[in-house]
């Protein structure tokens, strides 16, 4: 008899458990689903801002490159006054 009401009360608590398993499973599947939108969301993001990086990147070596150019045109011309005051000092020393 002992053993009846022992099984009983086992399976009267297995009972009263399933709903609260149901209820924890729902709002897991409910929580996993968020985060995985919210995942792929910073996914989205993480992409697009490779692409901005990318992009920037890119207009950055242009802006070096265009900065040397106009570094060197700079240093030719003070390089051609130099020049050019030498060559009337000389004038004018002769």
């Not at 009972?15 to 969301?41: F, Y």
């Not at 993001?45 to 990318?54: A, H, K, P, R, T």
Request: proline content about 1%; some cysteine; hydrophobic content about 35%.
């Amino acid at each position: 008899m002992t053993r009846k009401y022992t099984w009983a009360k086992l399976a009267v608590a297995v009972a009263l458990s399933l709903p609260l398993t149901a209820c924890k499973d729902t709002r897991t599947l409910q929580e996993n689903e968020q985060l995985k939108t919210h995942v792929a969301e910073l996914q989205k993001e993480n992409g697009q801002l490779g692409n901005d990086l990318e992009t920037i990147t890119a207009a950055r070596d242009a802006l070096t490159k265009e900065n040397e150019k106009l570094k060197a045109e700079i240093k030719a011309r003070k390089t051609k006054r130099s020049g050019k005051k030498a060559a009337s000092r000389k004038r004018r020393q002769s």
